[in-house]
């Protein structure tokens, strides 16, 4: 069956309304996103990511972005607060793999089973605050083995790792939220640094693009440039179920549905809206329609990596990490 070739988070609060019940179940979305606010305890949060999967009827993917750091959307009291990744980088593959372990038990027992994680771009001299300390690193082939630690760490948990920004975010010197970042790099230097980490772990099963323009290959964005879509899956070798960065982002131009249009077009699998009322929803749903057969496909591969819960030691797992750390 194909569902809306959208991931949504336009949900306003703790618990989803009747409106948004119906919406999504209309809607149909491959998946789900949430934000810091729609955590609040872990039983309340269970039971959000229950009444979402209730709404499509489905065992629906729900994801977060839980890197650590400034990005982490479950805190304090009732989770781990995490340090920064670039600031454990350090600590070495065991520390990530546990990391990123502990992080997905976390996200697992209270129906997240996806991690808009690890952050594989690479760290350099200019780049953009907003991003550099959610990097692990400025070595593409030390980020390779650390992200595929925490993708692993992820994985073992029965969490989905998502790795981001593709082909690469290091060299963007302006925050993609705000405007769009311009790369002028010669193609080569972007193949030996930035897309290499891409390629190390291109047979990951979930990826997202990045808001970024690369002069020397497009004058589109990545996201809705059918050149960098080529780029990632050819050049990358990256056949995993690929979604768009947030399209709410005023790095793009357009309207939202737009936008939308234009990343499916250019070759993206799913459209990610994050932040939105129903009304603002709408037109993004309709631009989308549904997956294709393609992204159907990678959608079914991605699903079969998804281990079930399982029971770990999780105590002692974080005694290793802190030793690790220390």
């Known amino acids: ?19 948004e019940a119906a919406f999504f179940r209309d809607a149909d979305p491959w998946g789900f996103i949430l934000f810091g606010r729609n955590v609040g305890s872990p039983d309340q949060l269970r039971r959000l990511t229950g009444q979402l999967r209730e709404a499509v009827g489905r065992d629906a993917v729900i994801t977060v972005d839980q890197e650590g750091g400034r990005v982490q959307r479950l805190r304090a009291p009732h989770w781990t607060d995490w340090p920064a990744p ?17 992080i997905g038990q976390e996200l697992r027992a209270v129906g997240i089973d996806s991690n808009c994680a690890p952050t594989l771009d690479v760290a350099q001299a200019d780049t953009h605050a907003f991003l550099r300390d959610r990097c692990l690193g400025s070595d593409p082939d030390q980020i ?25 975010h290091g060299r963007a010197v302006a925050d993609s939220h705000h405007d769009l970042p311009v790369v002028k790099a010669a193609e080569a230097e972007l193949q030996a640094l930035d897309f290499a980490p891409f390629r190390a ?25 059918a050149r960098m ?38 070759g993206c699998d799913l459209v990610l809206h994050c932040n939105g009322s129903i009304a603002q929803m709408q037109p ?9 057969t393609e992204a ?3 959608a079914q591969a991605a699903l ?10 999780t105590a002692a797992m974080m005694a290793e990490w802190r030793a690790l750390t220390a």
């Open 144 to 168: 390779a083995k650390l992200g595929r630690a925490a993708a692993d760490g992820l994985l073992a948990a029965g969490v989905l790792p998502v790795v981001k920004h593709m082909p690469g």
């Open 284 to 292: 993004v749903v309709a631009a989308a329609g549904t997956m294709s």
């Open 229 to 266: 879509i080529a780029l990632i899956r050819q050049d990358i070798g990256f056949d995993g179920l690929l979604m768009t960065d947030d399209i709410t982002m005023n790095a793009l131009s357009g309207t939202e549905a737009e936008r939308a249009a234009a990343s499916l077009a250019a």
């Open 296 to 298: 159907s496909r990678r």
């Open 86 to 102: 670039l600031d454990q980088a350090g600590a070495g593959v065991r520390a990530m793999w546990l990391r990123y372990h502990l």
């Open 304 to 313: 079969e990596r998804r281990l079930p819960p399982q029971q770990v030691d």
């Open 201 to 225: 772990l291109s047979d990951l099963p979930m990826g997202m693009t990045a808001h970024i323009r690369f002069t020397a290959l497009d004058d589109a964005p990545a996201t809705a440039s």
């Open 1 to 19: 069956m194909s569902h809306g070739a959208t991931i949504l988070g336009g949900i306003a609060g703790l618990s989803l309304t009747a409106d």
